[in-house]
């Protein structure tokens, strides 16, 4: 059974920062890549940043310098450093598999960014 949690969300200004962080559960998490995702109201649900097994990693045009994604294998968690952020910015955020397995979803992380 795989499961996703993610956490460390919250209300913070324009520039600050805030990192999220994803438990994942099951056996799998060490042999699969596994991405941030957000979607914002109104919006599609997008990919912010993924990273495969080995630590490749890519970033949507629009976070790239603001955001880093890491992992910790033995630890089954992602996490997602998000500095200088922006109202943009503003979405429920989740991990997930890259690419995803819709059954998957967790509850996300609601992130606002706002003054």
């Known amino acids: 059974q795989v499961q996703f949690v993610e956490s460390g969300g919250g209300l913070v200004q324009p520039g600050g920062s805030l990192r999220l962080s994803c438990a994942a559960s099951?056996?799998?998490?060490?042999?699969?890549?596994m991405g941030w995702y957000r979607q914002a109201p109104g919006k599609q649900r997008e990919l912010v940043a993924g990273i495969t097994r080995g630590g490749i990693i890519n970033y949507v045009d629009s976070v790239k310098g603001r955001f880093t994604i890491s992992r910790d294998n033995p630890k089954n968690m992602v996490y997602l450093q998000m500095n200088s952020l922006k109202p943009e910015d503003t979405a429920v955020y989740y991990c997930n598999t890259d690419p995803v397995v819709s059954r998957y979803w967790g509850q996300g992380t609601q992130v606002t960014v706002s003054s």
């Open positions: 099951g056996s799998i998490f060490s042999i699969i890549a």
